[in-house]
């Protein structure tokens, strides 16, 4: 039983999209639906529609992806009209992620969301670091206090922030911090990709994506160790919160490590946007074969156990 219930969400398994990948357009984000994940997230939206940066902006790489996306996305009324046209009563939650360039625009889309109440989660992204010029939120822990104080003005349900990886245990606790003293913040997702990598091709002695001189966010096998730290770090450090872990999950012994970390549920990223939408029977599969080879039955036999020295 891979079965996961968590704020009144239901999910068939623990495995869903990370959002940016197969979620920009209503097909894409249909195809997970009639995927064996267990859930769907929106890409990031913003006020208005955005083209995102230039060409080549996502590239596979020796252990991973690097990608500098920009954003693209069709604007918050295309997923709010998507939301409001799901099938909520399908089995596969729905997830938003909300990316607004200022703290304004983040609080219009909410307010939006909040009105049209619909059964979905927010997830509100404090971590893009792929707009040039641009900090990310999620590394200023006064920025991010401000923000979350004024999104609970308005917003007054359940919801999520997707995080940026943290190196530091100091970090660590002062971030948990900020979010502990919001009761309404229900989960945390970590991690958004690691900011700003650069990887080069050897044969043509370059950069391999055109945004920022070839800086961009990195994910697959290369970030899979600082994800589970930090949904380790976070499952410890907040108080009544899940963490969904993102990162390095490309077959069932990584979901199985994310959730043996702590997490509730596990999001799919690189090997999505590699693999296509069957990627998801095959982790569930594979996950699923693991359990019965330890005598795990349920999730919650081992979510959040792993050993220590
Ligand atoms: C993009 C990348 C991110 O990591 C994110 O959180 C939001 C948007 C992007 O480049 O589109």
Not at 118 to 147: M, R, T, W
Not at 222 to 248: M, Q, W
Not at 274 to 282: D, K, V
């Amino acid at each position: 039983d891979l079965s996961v219930s968590w704020l009144g969400v239901n999910m068939e398994n623990p495995l869903y999209n990370a959002s940016g990948v197969m979620c920009r357009s209503r097909e894409e984000l249909d195809a997970v639906a009639a995927s064996a994940a267990g859930a769907v997230v929106t890409k990031s939206c913003t006020l208005s529609p955005r083209e995102g940066n230039p060409e080549p902006r996502y590239a596979r790489a020796p252990h991973g992806s690097i990608n500098s996306m920009g954003l693209p996305n069709a604007g918050y009324e295309y997923y709010l009209d998507y939301a409001k046209n799901y099938d909520h009563a399908s089995g596969k939650p729905l997830f938003v992620s909300v990316s607004g360039m200022t703290l304004e625009e983040n609080l219009t889309m909410l307010k939006a969301f909040r009105d049209a109440d619909l059964p979905c989660l927010v997830e509100l992204n404090l971590s893009c670091p792929n707009l040039p010029g641009k900090a990310q939120i999620g590394y200023d822990f006064a920025a991010s206090s401000h923000v979350l104080s004024e999104v609970v003005k308005v917003y007054d349900k359940p919801f999520g922030v997707k995080l940026p990886p943290y190196f530091d245990p100091v970090h660590f606790a002062e971030m948990a911090s900020v979010l502990n003293s919001f009761p309404s913040l229900k989960y945390v997702t970590c991690i958004n990709s690691v900011g700003n990598g650069l990887v080069i091709d050897i044969d043509s002695e370059s950069v391999v994506i055109k945004p920022k001189a070839g800086l961009g966010g990195l994910g697959g096998d290369y970030v899979l160790p600082t994800a589970l730290a930090n949904v380790r770090e976070f499952s410890r450090l907040l108080d009544g919160k899940h963490v969904i872990g993102c990162g390095g999950i490309k077959s069932g012994r990584e979901a199985f490590m994310h959730i043996l970390a702590g997490a509730t549920a596990v999001q799919v990223g690189t090997c999505l946007y590699e693999e296509g939408a069957g990627c998801f029977a095959r982790i569930r599969d594979e996950l699923a074969a693991i359990m019965e080879e330890k005598g795990y039955r349920t999730l919650a036999d081992f979510r959040g156990k792993l050993l220590t020295m």
